[in-house]
Each structure stands twice: as C-alpha cells, then as structure tokens.
C-alpha cells in the first residue's frame, strides 16, 4: 500500500527555520518525483516545490525560492523540506505527494505549520 | 505564470443531477490538466489526469474533457458524497498552478 507520512510541523515564530519530512513507503521512491503542497486555513491549493526522481533538479515558485529546499534521501526513502525565514503567510497545512498530476499522483494526509510571534 | 480560473466558485445542486465545472488556462496547456476532489478535512485526491483520464478506483459518474486552455469536469449524476471542493492543476510549464477551486454542495 502506498503511503506518504508528513512530519515536523507545528509552531514557530517568525523568522525562524523548520524542516518537514515525508516518510514513503509502498512503492519505488526512487523513481518517482516528490513534491511539495501547501494549503493556507480556508483558502486554495499552492504549489510549493518539486524535486526530479534522483534529486539532481528542484523547482519552486517565486513566493519561496530562496527560503525553502527540496531534498529527497532515496536510501532512506524520505523527503525533506527546509523552510527557512518563515513568515506569517507561510501559515498552512503543508502535503507531500508523489508524481503530481499523472496517474501514479498520490498525497499525504499532510501535516500543519503555524508561524506566529 | 500561467493561471488558472475555475467557475463557478460554489454551486448547489440535487442529488441526481449532472453538473460541470469549468477551467480554463491563461494560456495554452496541451493535455496537462488534472482534476482533485477535496472532501472536509482531507488531502485531495486525484480523480481526472491527463484531461480526461480516470484515475483508478474513480467512479465512472466523473469525467473529464478539454484541451489548450478549456477544460470541464463532468459529474453525470450527483451523489451525497461528491460533496466537496474541485481543483484543477496544470503541470505544463512552472510554476505548476490551481485553480481556486469549486466548492459543490447538495440543494
């Protein structure tokens, strides 16, 4: 069964620097693009980042790039993402998914950071 | 960046009957649309991928059609339990974008 299990979120002010983990398990990690979503309270979808099968290219939208990196560590089968400089309106549910939009498209059941002083 | 507008925001329907949501693309996006259903605390999960391919496990009441900027969701015959908020994804070009999503209640 397929699964992807977020971890290290929760409170912290701004500023401040959190690491998020996705924990992967049922199928081949390796070969799969990861990506990164978030869902601020109430509002819409945002893509946050994407990283290539063997981690040799990573993508992210101008509202984070600078402050946040992609990684993925095949042989632990986890990915990660380093948030750095937090802001308020970094404010939201964060979820991992693997291959977004294709037929192999699968999510986390995500996991919530909340920044505030 | 390419955006993406659905419409309407929120439509109320009955149970039965048949309902299409719409997005379209700032620009042109080939194929490379994807629908999700987001139930009330939950992750999305993926319904439509490539435009009009049903993903496994989907009723078949869903489907979807459209290329280059235009894209529809159709549910055929609407059940209690579609009710939800629709997105759409483009992954043609980055940034990848969502619409704003559909929010679908029953009458």
């Known amino acids: 069964e397929v699964q992807l299990v977020e971890s290290g979120g929760g409170l912290v002010q701004p500023g401040s620097p959190l690491k998020l983990s996705c924990a992967a398990s049922g199928f081949t990690f390796s070969s799969n693009w990861l990506n990164w979503i978030r869902q601020a309270p109430g509002k819409g979808l945002e893509w946050v980042a994407s990283?290539?099968?063997?981690?040799?290219?990573?993508y992210y939208p101008d509202t984070v790039k600078g402050r946040f990196v992609v990684s993925k560590d095949n042989a632990k089968n986890t990915g990660y993402l380093q948030m750095n400089n937090l802001r308020s309106e970094d404010t939201a549910m964060y979820y991992c998914a693997r291959t977004l939009g294709g037929s192999r498209d699968y999510w986390g059941q995500g996991v919530m950071v909340t920044v505030s002083s | 960046d390419i955006q993406m507008t659905q419409s309407p925001s929120f439509l109320s329907a009955s149970v039965g009957d048949r309902v299409t949501l719409s997005c379209k693309a700032s620009?042109?996006?080939?194929?490379?649309l994807a629908w999700y259903q987001q139930k009330l605390g939950e992750a999305p999960k993926l319904l439509i991928y490539n435009a009009n391919s049903l993903q496994t496990g989907i009723p078949s009441r869903f489907s979807g059609s459209g290329s280059g900027t235009d894209f529809t969701l159709t549910i055929s015959s609407l059940q209690p339990e579609d009710v939800a908020t629709y997105f759409c994804?483009?992954?043609?070009?980055?940034?990848?974008?969502f619409g704003s999503g559909t929010k679908l209640e029953i009458k």
């Open positions: 994804l483009q992954h043609n070009s980055w940034p990848l974008t």
């Open positions: 990283i290539n099968p063997d981690g040799s290219s990573t």
């Open positions: 620009q042109n996006i080939n194929k490379y």
